[in-house]
C-alpha cells in the first residue's frame, strides 16, 4: 500500500472496520475520487508474493457441488408455514404507525404497521423497510400479513429481502400472507427467479371486483380489512385498457365494536341469573335463560350500550387520475360524513402534488371529523434523515475527513432556510373550517386506536430531529481533540496545489513508483462512491452492495444494485444530485443473482425511464447473469425499464475475442462442451440468441467507447451458480508531447473465495474492489 500521512492511515483503518454510509474515496477534492492519488503497488505485490501465492493456487480445487450449492444434501428442504396466533378479540392496545420509509429521501413509498396484541400488518414494503425496523426495533419477524396498495418498484421495492429475510428465521423458516392487486401476479412471477416457491406460497392477488362492494381480505375477531380497486380513468385518445401497474387501492380497517359494560346487579336481580358462566355468554354476545324466572335474557338485557369499532382508511392515489374515481367509488359513500360509518382516521399514501390539488381536497372534504395524515413525499420531511446511526458517523467523518467522507446530500443550507416558507403554507396549517385538522406524517407517529381513552394522534415515538450541528456539537464534546487533528489534515490535503510537492512526499516515503497511467490525470476522469459495504441484507450502518462510477460529463456506471441504492445515491448526492447520477447511467453490471446485490434495479431502472421519458436517449446496457433476465422480463410487465440485456458469460474475454475476429460464437469456447464450467453455467432449458447477443455486444462496445473505456470484461468466480467478477479498462490517452499514457484498470471480485480467476484478473490493477468471503473488510 502506498505511503499516507499517519492521520489518514488512522482514518482508511478506522473507516474500512465501521465506515456504514455512502462512501466516496476522494483524496484531494470534496467531488471526486482522483486517480492521482492512486499509486499503484498491485504489480510488485503480486511478483512479490507470486511464490507464495503459487502454491495455493495450484493446489485450488473448483468445487462444483459447492459452486452449486448442493453440497448440504442431507438437510430436508425447508415447507414455509404461515405464522398463526391466537387472537384475543378484546385487545388492549391497537394503533396505526407510520414507518417513514422513504420521507427524506423521496425514493420510495412510506410504510404503515397495523398493530394489536396477537397480529401485525404491514401496508407497502418499499426499499429501505428492512434498516428502517432494524435500527428502530420494529420486529418484522411479527408481521402475519403484508398489503400493497400499488405493485410497483416503489411500494414493493422491500418485498423479495422481507421474504429471504423470513425464510430465514429458526429452524424452518417464517412466511407471510401478501396481498396485492391482481397485477401482484406479475411481480410474483419475476421473483421466482431468485426466490424460493416456498416464501411466496402465500401470494393473494385479488380483484377487479365484479361488484361495487369492498373485498374482504381479512375477517376474524380482531378485524375486518378490505379492499376498494381504484383503476385511473382514461381519456378517449387514451387506450381504454388499464395497462399492468396501475391499479391502486383503498385499504378499510374495521375494528369490532366495543361491548358495553355488563350490569351485574340488573342481571342478578332483575333477571335472575345467577353468577357462573352464563355471564360469560351474556358478554359475548349469547342469550341464557334465567335461573329464577321463565325467561330468556339477551344481551341487550344486562349490557351497556356498545361502541362503534374504530375505522382506519389508507388511500393511495399516485396520479389526479387516480383521485378523480374516488367520487364514482359507491362503497365509499357509507363512510363519509353523512354515511352511516364514522371514519376516525385517513392515512394519505398519495404524493403531496396529488393530495394538493383540488380534486383531492375536495373528496377530503366529505369527511369532516376524521384524522387525516400525509404520509406521502411530503417536503417538510427531506431535511432530517431516517437512518439517524449511519447519517451520525456520516457527518462525523466529513467533519474530520471531507476529503474522503462527503456531507450528506440531505441538510442543504437552502433547504433548511426555507423550512419556514414550507411550514407556514396554508395547506400545512389546513384552515378550512369543513376539514379536519390535517398534519403531516413522521416517522413512527401513531394514531391510536385502543383504548378508548387514548385514541388520537401519539407523538411519544418520533425520534427527535437530528442536525448536522447538533451532530458536530456532540463531537466536539465528546472528542474535543479532534478540531486540531481535522485542521492537519486539512493541512496535509492543501498541499495538492502543489503536485510536485505531494508525488515527492509520496516517493520518497513509500519508495513506490508513480504508474504511467495516472500521468496527467486530472480529478474528473473517475470517481468511485461505495454506496454499499454490508453482506446478506440492509442493517443498521450498512446497506448492501453497489458501487456507483461516475465518469463525470460521459457518463457513469453501476457495478451491482442492492436494496436502497437510489436512497443512498440521494443521501449522497442530494435529490436533484441523484436524479441526475441515474439519468447518466450507461450501463449496470450485476455479479450474481443473490438478492443483496440486485434488488434495487427495478427501482433504478424505472427512475432512469421516467427521468428520460420523451428525451431522445438509448436505453441502459444491464449486463448480468442469465436468470436476472428472466426477473427483468417478467417485471417489466409492471413497469417500463428502457434496457437491453446481455448476459454476464456473453462479456467474458473469450466472448469479445469472439466478437472482434468475426466469429459466430458470442460466448466464445469457455462454458461449450466438455468445459469445466460447462455444468455450472451452461443451462440449456435457456435458449441463446446469438445474433442478437452479437448486436448487444456491439452496442456495449459503442457505449464504453462513447464513455471513454475500451473494456468491460466478467470472468467467472467461485460463489454460486454463474457468479462473476468484472475489469474495467479506461483508454488510452495522450500526453502533452504526444506520447500515449496508458489507461487505468479497475477489478470488482463480486461475491467469491479466494480463487485464480480473481487473482488473474486482479494483475497490473490500478484499483482492486474485493467482496472476498474469507477476508474480513468488503474494500481493501
Known amino acids: 500500500m502506498p505511503y499516507l500521512h499517519k492521520n489518514l492511515r488512522l482514518l482508511l483503518l478506522l473507516s474500512s472496520k465501521s465506515s456504514p454510509f455512502p462512501l466516496s474515496l476522494r483524496p484531494f477534492s470534496p467531488r471526486s475520487f482522483s486517480l492521482s492519488t492512486l499509486f499503484s503497488s498491485s504489480s510488485s505485490s503480486m511478483e512479490n508474493n507470486e511464490s507464495t501465492n503459487g502454491t495455493k493456487s495450484s493446489s485450488f480445487v473448483f468445487n462444483k457441488r459447492r459452486a452449486e450449492g448442493i453440497d448440504k444434501t442431507d438437510k430436508k428442504k425447508r415447507n414455509l408455514e404461515r405464522k398463526t396466533q391466537k387472537l384475543n378479540p378484546s385487545n388492549t392496545i391497537a394503533y396505526a404507525q407510520i414507518l417513514g420509509t422513504g420521507m427524506d429521501t423521496q425514493d420510495t413509498s412510506s410504510s404503515v404497521l397495523l398493530f394489536f396484541d396477537k397480529q401485525r400488518f404491514i401496508f407497502n414494503a418499499g426499499e429501505g423497510l428492512q434498516r428502517f425496523c432494524t435500527e428502530h426495533k420494529i420486529k418484522l419477524s411479527k408481521i402475519d400479513h403484508v398489503f400493497l396498495s400499488r405493485v410497483c418498484s416503489e411500494t414493493a421495492g ?26 401482484l401476479n406479475y411481480l410474483v412471477d419475476a421473483m421466482k427467479s431468485f426466490i ?36 385511473p380513468s382514461h381519456s378517449e385518445e387514451e387506450d381504454s385498457v388499464n395497462k399492468s401497474g396501475e391499479l391502486s387501492v383503498v385499504y378499510v380497517c374495521e375494528l369490532p365494536e366495543i361491548l358495553g359494560k355488563f350490569d351485574l346487579e340488573k342481571a342478578k336481580k332483575i333477571f335472575g341469573v345467577k353468577p357462573g358462566p352464563k355471564y360469560s355468554k ?26 362503534p369499532g374504530p375505522i382506519v382508511l389508507l388511500v393511495d392515489c399516485p396520479t389526479e387520475s387516480h383521485a378523480a374515481e374516488l ?16 371514519v376516525n382516521c385517513i392515512i394519505h399514501l398519495s404524493p403531496s402534488s396529488v393530495t394538493s390539488s383540488p380534486t383531492y381536497q375536495s373528496w377530503m372534504k366529505k369527511f ?18 431516517i437512518l439517524k446511526a449511519s447519517s451520525r458517523i456520516t457527518a462525523r467523518l466529513n467533519y474530520l475527513c471531507p476529503q474522503f467522507f462527503p456531507a450528506p446530500g440531505f441538510w442543504p443550507s437552502q433547504l433548511l432556510a426555507h423550512m ?13 373550517s369543513n376539514l379536519a385538522e390535517s398534519i403531516s406524517a413522521e416517522n413512527l407517529l401513531k394514531f391510536n386506536l385502543r383504548p378508548v381513552a387514548i385514541r388520537g394522534i401519539d407523538r411519544s415515538c418520533i425520534p427527535a430531529q437530528l442536525t448536522s450541528s447538533e451532530v458536530l456539537d456532540e463531537l466536539l464534546s465528546e472528542i474535543p481533540e479532534i478540531t486540531d487533528k481535522s485542521e492537519e489534515i486539512m493541512q496535509f490535503w492543501n498541499k495538492q496545489h502543489d503536485k510536485t510537492i505531494i508525488e515527492k512526499l509520496w516517493l520518497t516515503e513509500s519508495n513506490t513508483v508513480l504508474p504511467s497511467c495516472l500521468e496527467n490525470i486530472r480529478r474528473d476522469d473517475m470517481e468511485i462512491v461505495i454506496l454499499g459495504t454490508g453482506s446478506s441484507q440492509p442493517s443498521k450502518y450498512r446497506n448492501v452492495s453497489a458501487i456507483y462510477i461516475d465518469l463525470f ?76 433476465k428472466r426477473f427483468l422480463d417478467a417485471y417489466q410487465r409492471l413497469e417500463d425499464l428502457d434496457m437491453e440485456f446481455l448476459d454476464c458469460r456473453s462479456t467474458t474475454a473469450t466472448s469479445w475475442a469472439s466478437l472482434e475476429s468475426g466469429g459466430g460464437d458470442a460466448e466464445g469456447s469457455l462454458f461449450s462442451e466438455g468445459s469445466p464450467m460447462q455444468s455450472v453455467f451452461k443451462r440449456s432449458d435457456i435458449p441463446t440468441d446469438n445474433s442478437s447477443v452479437l ?23 467461485v460463489h454460486c451458480p454463474q457468479a462473476y467478477g468484472v475489469v474495467i479498462k479506461a483508454a488510452e490517452r495522450v500526453n502533452s508531447v504526444g506520447e500515449g499514457i496508458p489507461g487505468w484498470k479497475m477489478v470488482y471480485s463480486g461475491d467469491t473465495r479466494p480463487c485464480p480467476e480473481i487473482v488473474e484478473a486482479s494483475r497490473d490493477a490500478t484499483v482492486l474492489i474485493h467482496e472476498v468471503k474469507d477476508f474480513d473488510n468488503n474494500f481493501l
Not at 422481507?162 to 392487486?181: D, F, K, M, Q, Y
Not at 392477488?205 to 381479512?218: A, C, E, R
Not at 419556514?420 to 384552515?431: E, F, H, L, Q, V
Not at 436524479?579 to 450474481?592: G, P, T
Request: net charge positive.
Open 282 to 307: 351474556l358478554q359475548s354476545g349469547e342469550s341464557v335463560k334465567s335461573d329464577e324466572r321463565d325467561i330468556t335474557v339477551y344481551p341487550s338485557d344486562v349490557m351497556g350500550p356498545s361502541l
Open 553 to 628: 460529463s460521459r457518463g457513469s456506471l453501476l457495478l451491482d444494485c442492492g436494496e436502497g441504492t437510489l436512497g443512498q445515491l440521494k443521501r449522497r448526492y442530494g435529490l436533484n444530485g441523484a436524479d441526475e447520477a441515474v439519468r447518466k447511467l450507461r450501463c449496470i453490471w450485476i455479479s450474481h443473482i443473490h438478492a443483496d446485490h440486485h434488488t434495487g434495479l427495478a427501482r433504478i431502472l424505472a427512475l432512469r425511464s421516467k427521468l428520460l421519458k420523451g428525451v431522445t436517449h438509448e436505453p441502459v446496457i444491464v449486463v448480468g447473469p442469465r436468470p436476472l
Open 368 to 385: 369532516h371529523s376524521t384524522q387525516h395524515i400525509l404520509a406521502g413525499h411530503q417536503r417538510k420531511n427531506m431535511a432530517f434523515p
Open 695 to 717: 448486436l448487444c455486444l456491439k452496442n456495449l462496445k459503442k457505449v464504453l467507447s462513447e464513455i471513454g473505456l475500451d473494456d468491460l470484461i466478467s470472468f467467472p468466480v
Open 196 to 231: 424460493p416457491r416456498a416464501a411466496m406460497v402465500h401470494t393473494r392477488s385479488f380483484g377487479p371486483s365484479s361488484t361495487p362492494d369492498p373485498i374482504v381480505l381479512v375477517n376474524d375477531e380482531v378485524v375486518k380489512i378490505s379492499a376498494i380497486i381504484l383503476k
Open 420 to 432: 419556514s416558507m414550507i411550514d407556514s403554507t396554508p395547506w400545512n396549517k389546513c384552515s378550512s
Open 327 to 342: 367520487f364514482s367509488v359507491k362503497s365509499l359513500e357509507s363512510y363519509q360524513t353523512d354515511g352511516a360509518k364514522f
Open 158 to 183: 422491500g418485498l423479495p429481502g422481507l421474504l429471504l429475510t423470513l425464510a430465514g428465521i429458526g429452524e424452518e423458516g417464517l412466511s407471510v400472507n401478501v396481498w396485492g392487486p391482481s397485477d
